[in-house]
């Protein structure tokens, strides 16, 4: 159930915390309620404990692919600094993902980087999207160095830190209420 008074938080913490994980947890815990969940989350690709690729995973629907690797490869033709190499028909199907996204009630993006705010590259059609303010609830992932670029790009209700994220089922079903602008915050 999409409103006017959507919200848009910005959830953001160094590397190796937890975002991509409470990503998943939110919009699993938001499907069992019956919401309509859509975005894209980017969950890392680990072999023998290193990390080595990065998936794109469609909410709407459960598509994945391979998005990056941090080794030369033909089929990841787009070199994005030293360490990654993107795959350019990733990328166009992430943004085909964004595009069809909306409207829903919980929007996601996982991440949005110097990619997207330097160099206007990768999910492209995510600045569209958020801005439409077409869902109920809209939850970005920015890197820390990059929440004042966000923030001047669109309105964002808050920020949100993963540490602080209920650890029960229970705590955050309410948790997405209140992210929601439905009921108010615990005392």
């Known amino acids: ?13 160094p590397s190796g915390a937890g975002k991509t994980t409470l990503c998943r947890r939110l919009a699993a815990t938001a ?5 309509d969940v859509a975005g894209l989350l980017t969950p890392a690709v680990f072999d023998e404990g290193a990390k080595t690729g990065i998936d794109v995973l469609a909410l709407r629907g459960g598509a994945t692919r391979r998005l990056a690797a941090n080794a030369p490869d033909p089929r990841f033709d787009f070199p994005v600094g030293r360490q990654w190499y993107f795959d350019r028909a990733g990328l166009e199907w992430g943004n085909a993902q964004i595009d069809h996204s909306l409207p829903c009630d919980l929007f996601m993006i996982d991440e949005l980087g110097p990619l997207e705010f330097q160099r206007g590259q ?6 569209p999207a958020l801005s439409s303010r077409t869902f109920r609830l809209g939850v970005v992932v920015v890197r820390p160095d990059l929440i004042p670029e966000a923030q001047q790009r669109f309105p964002v209700f808050g920020l949100i830190d993963p540490s602080l994220a209920p ?7 309410r948790w997405l209420h209140v992210l929601a602008g439905e009921v108010a915050p615990l005392p």
Request: hydrophobic fraction near 50%.
């Open 1 to 13: 159930m999409v409103t006017s008074e959507s919200r848009l938080w910005i959830l953001s913490a």
């Open 167 to 173: 650890s029960t089922d229970a705590g955050l079903r």
């Open 31 to 35: 499907q069992a309620l019956g919401w």
């Open 122 to 127: 990768g999910w492209r059609s995510a600045f």
